[in-house]
């Protein structure tokens, strides 16, 4: 594969990185535009966009539409400057995509069946899994920038550390990725991936204070205040679905009892399907054996109106509602989003959710947010992955920063 590190990316300049980090929030613009957002001098603009423009970051891609006189010239990233992977590893499975430049996807390959175990030879099944998806796209190892995978539970995004997967690893789970793709690879927690993902591409760009919600095997929540992800001190912020709201002496995966997503996520919706087959109810999955009665079963079985499974959905979604009033009492957003595998179920999970939000919050507070189901779906955790990889390659940090001084330019 392709030599890590591009020694290009590390010399940009500050300004050259703040017209880049301009595009991938607001899009196409005008240098009047560039200026105006950056609060700095259209020639101090159009000097560093030049610049990117010899070195082949940025190109014109038309001119603004709706003037009357001349309309001005209007500037992208080229989208074949590069390339960048998304590794989205879920329950049971693997997904992949490759993204441009742009963030538009033009290779993917979702749902490759994969069982995780903490071994060297599920290490190498995950390597040969990535090394077959890239050998089968006609881009050269060179193209690929850089990579990004998504895990579940605790990571440290800037060490590249995993506290739940592969802990049998020498070293950090990111220098083993690199290592063995060899592409620059770094991790982050899935649901920030998914929130990353969103807020550029879907239902909640542009906005600046965002709580969004995975509901899939366990619950976890992705935070934008003031349009900066929010990772705490060590990453692991989000964790959600361990807070303690239950006295049901069900363990749960972290090791605890009575947390949060033993009542509200995928697997409680898995296990309270079970039970209700199991007390002689009728369902379309009355006759699936046990061990295969999986998380994707039963959301088909919701998508195919299977009454007794929306019944059950329909009471998990009311549990999560109530915990996640808390939420909109708390950060007062102005989307809260949920997404992850159930919200494939649509009004099914989210009309039970608004109720919850609605009868526990303060109205006051509540009225302020809008409670949306994600328009990525099953997609946002890969197209998430994309885009992180992409910022990390760029040298643009998602996460709040100590405020740097604006490079001075004359007017």
């Not at 303690?244 to 399907?273: F, P």
């Amino acid at each position: 594969m392709k030599e890590v590190g591009n020694p290009s990316v590390a010399t940009w300049t500050e300004a050259q990185r703040a017209l880049l980090h301009q595009f991938i929030l607001r899009g196409r613009q005008t240098i009047a535009e560039l200026a105006q957002n950056l609060a700095v001098s259209v020639p101090f603009v159009t000097k560093a966009l030049n610049e990117l423009i010899a070195l082949g970051w940025v190109c014109e891609v038309g001119r603004k539409e709706n003037y009357a006189r001349r309309a001005p010239r209007l500037y992208y990233l080229n989208a074949t400057k590069g390339y960048f992977l998304g590794i989205d590893m879920g329950h049971h499975w693997l997904s992949l995509r490759i993204s441009d430049f742009c963030g538009t996807m033009v290779y993917e390959h979702t749902r490759v069946p994969f069982y995780y175990e903490d071994s060297p030879a599920c290490f190498d099944h995950l390597l040969s899994i990535v090394l077959d998806f890239l050998h089968a796209t006609p881009l050269s190892a060179q193209q690929i920038c850089s990579a990004c995978m998504t895990v579940g539970g605790r990571v440290n995004p800037e060490a590249g550390t995993a506290y739940n997967i592969f802990t049998s690893l020498d070293g950090a789970l990111a220098d083993a990725l690199t290592q063995g793709l060899g592409i620059e690879t770094t991790i982050d927690n899935d649901t920030r991936c998914m929130t990353y993902g969103e807020w550029l591409q879907g239902c909640c760009q542009g906005l600046r204070h965002v709580v969004f919600v995975n509901v899939s095997w366990g619950i976890g929540i992705g935070i934008i205040i003031d349009g900066k992800l929010y990772a705490g001190r060590s990453g692991y912020a989000g964790e959600m679905g361990h807070m303690h709201c239950y006295n049901n002496d069900i363990i749960c995966h972290c090791g605890k009892t009575g947390c949060m997503e033993t009542e509200t996520s995928g697997v409680a919706l898995q296990r309270k399907v079970m039970q209700r087959l199991r007390d002689g109810q009728v369902s379309i999955l009355s006759n699936t054996p046990e061990d295969e009665l999986s998380l994707q079963a039963i959301l088909e079985a919701i998508q195919r109106e299977d009454v007794m499974c929306i019944d059950v959905l329909q009471e998990v979604a009311a549990e999560l509602g109530k915990n996640l009033a808390g939420m909109i009492n708390i950060f007062n957003p102005e989307m809260l989003v949920i997404g992850g595998e159930l919200s494939t179920t649509g009004d099914y999970l989210l009309r039970p959710v608004q109720m919850g939000i609605k009868k526990y919050s303060l109205n006051k507070v509540s009225e302020d947010s809008i409670i949306a189901l994600s328009s990525l779906t099953d997609c946002a955790g890969l197209v998430g992955a994309c885009l992180t990889a992409r910022s990390r390659y760029l040298h643009i940090d998602n996460y709040p920063s100590h405020p740097k001084q604006r490079p001075t330019h004359s007017t």
